[in-house]
């Protein structure tokens, strides 16, 4: 199965900074990587498919890039609606694993 | 508009079984493969299983394989997971989600969840 890790686990930041979250998958994943946002109590939400997609309606301050085995989420100009968790997923084979999770806070 | 209601969920014994619901309107739900994820207290997301838009193909992660069983009834847009044998690791809450299409893995409308909480 292809592991997922995620850096870093945390991360506090202030409204307005540019944010960047880390993927590593455990093998090549070409650019079959997906990103979620989810809040406490919500349902997970998918901001990002095959590594730099925005789904539609998510703010363009979101940007994703990366392949391989190595990606990035990017927030320009962190907003409020913002804190939560990010995960991302690989969608290359089953078992489509999730990464552990990135938790963004306020600063 | 896109909906996803799970249900099914409570205060269940070890060693006891639960079916989970997942009633899908707004979509054709026959065309889409669907998925459970879970989240256990505390924890992140964690994948459970998928079974594709006609049933004919099913996967689970390694961690449930045997206890866990997904399904599906497409004349009443409902997914089920059954879970056997629950163990205090399976409480979690249980999310359903659609899949843009069977083998994409690109799970892009997630229900609100339902909540097994397995305890004596």
């Known amino acids: 199965d292809i592991q997922m890790t995620q850096s870093p686990s945390s991360l506090s930041a202030s409204v307005g900074d540019r944010v960047t979250i880390t993927c590593r998958a455990s093998?090549?994943?070409?650019?079959?990587l997906n990103w979620y946002q989810h809040k406490p109590g919500k349902a997970p939400k998918l901001l990002i498919y095959?590594?730099?997609t925005l789904q539609n309606g998510v703010p363009s301050r979101f940007s994703g890039s990366g392949s391989g085995t190595d990606f990035t989420l990017t927030i320009s100009g962190l907003q409020p609606e913002d804190f939560a968790t990010y995960y991302c997923?690989?969608?290359?084979?089953?078992?489509?694993?999730f990464g552990p999770g990135t938790k963004v806070d306020i600063k | 508009q896109v909906q996803l209601v799970e249900s099914g969920g409570g205060v269940v014994q070890p060693g006891r079984s639960l079916r989970l619901s997942c009633v899908a309107s707004?979509?054709?739900?026959?065309?889409?493969?669907m998925h459970w994820v879970r989240q256990a207290p505390g924890k992140g997301l964690e994948w459970v299983a998928v079974?594709?838009?006609?049933?004919?193909?099913?996967y689970y992660a390694d961690s449930v394989k045997g206890r866990l069983t997904i399904s599906r009834d497409n004349s009443e847009n409902t997914l089920f997971l059954q879970v056997n044998s629950l163990r205090a690791e399976d409480t979690a809450v249980y999310y359903c989600?659609?899949?843009?299409?069977?083998?994409?893995?690109?799970?892009?409308?997630w229900g609100q969840g339902t909540l097994v909480t397995v305890s004596s």
């Open positions: 989600a659609r899949d843009l299409e069977s083998g994409f893995y690109r799970l892009d409308y």
């Open positions: 707004g979509f054709t739900f026959s065309s889409h493969a």
């Open positions: 079974i594709w838009y006609d049933g004919s193909k099913k």
């Open positions: 093998q090549s994943i070409s650019r079959y």
């Open positions: 095959t590594a730099s």
């Open positions: 997923q690989q969608s290359y084979v089953a078992p489509p694993e």
